[in-house]
């Protein structure tokens, strides 16, 4: 995220955790404007202008690879609060002079920590019997109190999970209070922001809006901009973020892949280029994407294949408006997260992402992604700042590469028209029972294998169709909705009696982690 130097902020450095942008996440979340930088760019202190606070990512290191672990010690003597999670608490304690050590025990899930003295950072956050649930991640800990210190709070096998440096206003944490998972975890955050850093709210949806309106018109000043438009809400928030900077130099070209939901195209069509008077190109494209995806089985070969036939098309159409030199796209951080490290930092790569992962290496056009820095919850504010209408803005997520990995292994044309029924009964079910707003996101998909069944007598041999419903609050934890048994029943009846090509309808009841929201 770029930096706004008119603004007081938390610097997060990052050590490569992949919950670092849940940090930044939850710090918008108290109204607070909050920037992540990699823990190798932070040789220089004239970045920490402004910054009333710092928080140190966990990360997948030992604080003993020195020659991995880059952090500059003088960020100590800046008197600005500190506060370290996981991995930067336990920096925190080897610079300070602590001891780290491996665990006797590793700690990985949820732990109960017992508050042993009070803090101004853990102030409402232990019940009445002075105990709580956190979410644990480490194998390594702090084995002995850096001078000065003293212990808040432990945990069975980490003795010093919560301490303090009160005089320095050095604070670290063996848990991630970021995760849902933790109790009140927003709680010790929000103490950390109000109580010790002394914040005053900065930062709003109408901040946001009126400073990514004037970063667009900063990054691209009086240039041609081709908006990648799917009709879901990234891109539509996207496209009407753009429109507000630049106006009629925005031309939003939309892309028919035949993969996807039923009546898409025309709900897109009429929306931008009907309702909101929208440049919008119509190209409808699905034969070639079904040539290129035939017989190709591999997911990441699919998303790179889409990434790839999606830019070529952009740029031949390019070719069509004359001087356009930009493309915009609706990339979100967790795009980014899931795909390679934003920071520059060890996180793990998950998937490609098709606005990430499957560009060429040679683009003729260069890239706007305004959003790249936001989560889900965070843009669909946008869009309402932005007047776009509800019905848009509440839209489940849909994944770029469209319903391409919702049916595992060969695509063919058959398997989508049968797909997208199934979806669309799924979608228009959940809206009948007034669930689509209770749930983050619900799709069905196709798997790859066909099972026995009985209809009428008659033996069949069909597909099985996979219903996926989750609740979350970013997308990078997630759990199954608990549907009751009359709509499962009522749900699996209508897909099995209208959708010829479907004979059993399973629920996928796996939480993430261990698995991905989606199934490719």
């Not at 980014?336 to 056009?365: A, C, D, F, R, Y």
């Amino acid at each position: 995220m770029r930096s706004n130097n008119n603004l007081n902020k938390i610097l997060i450095i990052d050590f490569g955790s992949q919950f670092t942008q849940l940090i930044a996440r939850r710090i918008r979340e108290f109204g607070v404007f909050s920037e992540i930088i990699s823990h190798k760019k932070i040789n220089r202190l004239n970045i920490f202008k402004n910054v009333k606070g710092i928080i140190l990512s966990g990360g997948p290191l030992s604080v003993h690879q020195n020659n991995k672990v880059i952090f500059n010690k003088k960020i100590i003597e800046l008197d600005i609060p500190i506060l370290g999670i996981c991995f930067g608490h336990q920096i925190i304690s080897k610079v300070m002079g602590g001891k780290v050590k491996k665990s006797l025990f590793r700690e990985f899930g949820l732990a109960k920590i017992k508050k042993i003295n009070n803090s101004l950072l853990v102030k409402n956050f232990f019940g009445k019997d002075n105990i709580n649930n956190v979410w644990m991640s480490h194998s390594d800990q702090v084995h002995k109190l850096p001078k000065g210190f003293k212990t808040i709070a432990s945990s069975k096998n980490s003795k010093l999970t919560i301490i303090e440096n009160n005089k320095k206003k050095l604070y670290g944490v063996q848990f991630h209070p970021e995760v849902t998972h933790t109790d009140k975890g927003k709680v010790l955050l929000k103490n950390f922001l109000f109580l010790i850093c002394k914040f005053k709210k900065n930062w709003s949806s109408k901040q946001q809006k009126l400073k990514l309106i004037k970063s667009v018109k900063e990054q691209i000043g009086n240039e041609k901009v081709i908006c990648a438009l799917s009709g879901g809400v990234d891109s539509s928030v996207v496209a009407k973020l753009i429109y507000s900077a630049i106006g009629q130099n925005l031309t939003c070209i939309f892309v028919n892949t035949g993969l996807l939901r039923k009546y898409e195209e025309k709900q897109v069509v009429n929306t931008f280029k009907k309702k909101l008077k929208m440049n919008l190109i119509y190209v409808n494209a699905s034969s070639q994407f079904f040539d290129k995806l035939k017989n190709v089985s591999d997911p990441e070969r699919k998303r790179k294949i889409i990434g790839n036939l999606f830019i070529k098309i952009f740029e031949k159409y390019s070719k069509k408006i004359k001087n356009v030199k930009f493309l915009a796209q609706g990339t979100l951080y967790p795009d980014l997260i899931e795909s390679k490290s934003v920071t520059g930092s060890q996180t793990s790569k998950i998937k490609s992402h098709h606005n990430v992962g499957g560009l060429p290496k040679k683009m003729k056009l260069k890239l706007v992604e305004p959003l790249k820095y936001l989560f889900k919850d965070e843009v669909r504010k946008l869009g309402l700042e932005l007047k776009l209408s509800k019905e848009i803005i509440s839209r489940h997520p849909f994944p770029g590469p469209g319903l391409a990995i919702r049916i595992p292994g060969i695509i063919t044309k058959e398997k989508i028209n049968i797909l997208k029924q199934a979806d669309h009964y799924f979608i228009n079910h959940l809206r009948k029972y007034n669930l689509y707003h209770k749930i983050w996101q619900a799709y069905a998909a196709l798997l790859p294998v066909k099972t026995v069944g009985v209809m009428g007598d008659n033996r069949t041999y069909e597909n099985i169709c996979l219903l996926r419903a989750i609740t979350s609050e970013d997308g990078m934890t997630a759990d199954f909705y608990n549907f009751d048994k009359k709509f499962m029943q009522s749900i699996s009846n209508k897909i099995i009696n209208n959708i010829r090509g479907i004979n059993r309808v399973v629920y996928d009841i796996t939480s993430k982690p261990p698995s991905t929201i989606e199934l490719e």
